[in-house]
């Protein structure tokens, strides 16, 4: 007979949490003190602990995504200044600025669209399908070095 399960209802909650803080199934097992293969077998008896997961793990990633954007674009948002000079404390109110970040730009666009922003594109039709790479290759007799004549037998008198 098999072990009752550890399963409580309001892990789903919890999971969901954990899911949006970034945590891996790993980490979860280790939350709940379990192990990754029982999280997998929760995921499988209980499905709102299943869609809990991929919940929490879809909003975290719509969030990073939208932080990514916001890095490659380039953004500003409201800030204060606080100073204190000679005892007299000011707050300015300021819009810090940040400027496009290639090396995010460049993340997003590969991601996004590698057809057209891999590192090495593969060659295309004017139909935009891959064309066949042309290979040839040669077999060289392995007696033979490049620098030298072939070997050949002294010749007998």
Same mark, same amino acid.
């Given at each position: 007979? +098999?072990?009752?399960?550890?399963?409580?209802?309001?892990? &789903? *909650?919890? #999971?969901? %949490? @954990?899911?949006?803080?970034?945590?891996?199934?790993?980490?979860?097992?280790?939350?709940?003190?379990?192990?990754?293969?029982?999280?997998?077998?929760?995921?499988?008896?209980?499905?709102?602990?299943?869609? +809990?997961?991929?919940?929490?793990?879809?909003?975290?990633? &719509? *969030?990073? #995504?939208? %932080? @990514?954007?916001?890095?490659?674009?380039?953004?500003?948002?409201?800030?204060?200044?606080?100073?204190?000079?000679?005892?007299?404390?000011?707050?300015?109110?300021?819009?810090?600025?940040?400027?496009?970040?290639?090396?995010?730009?460049?993340?997003?666009?590969?991601?996004?669209?590698?057809?057209?922003?891999?590192?090495?594109?593969?060659?295309?039709?004017?139909?935009?399908?891959?064309?066949?790479?042309?290979?040839?290759?040669?077999?060289?007799?392995?007696?033979?070095?490049?620098?030298?004549?072939?070997?050949?037998?002294?010749?007998?008198?």
């Amino acid at each position: 007979m +098999a072990r009752p399960s550890r399963y409580k209802a309001e892990f &789903a *909650e919890q #999971a969901e %949490k @954990l899911c949006r803080l970034g945590a891996t199934d790993k980490e979860m097992a280790d939350f709940f003190g379990v192990t990754e293969k029982t999280i997998n077998n929760w995921k499988k008896a209980h499905p709102q602990f299943l869609q +809990a997961l991929k919940a929490g793990k879809q909003l975290a990633d &719509a *969030e990073v #995504a939208d %932080k @990514l954007f916001q890095r490659a674009i380039g953004y500003s948002h409201p800030d204060v200044h606080v100073s204190n000079y000679q005892g007299e404390i000011t707050i300015t109110p300021l819009t810090k600025h940040y400027p496009p970040d290639p090396t995010s730009m460049i993340f997003w666009l590969k991601n996004r669209r590698p057809d057209l922003w891999r590192d090495k594109p593969e060659p295309t039709d004017e139909d935009g399908n891959a064309t066949p790479v042309k290979v040839e290759i040669s077999v060289k007799d392995a007696r033979i070095r490049d620098d030298d004549q072939p070997d050949t037998e002294p010749a007998s008198s």
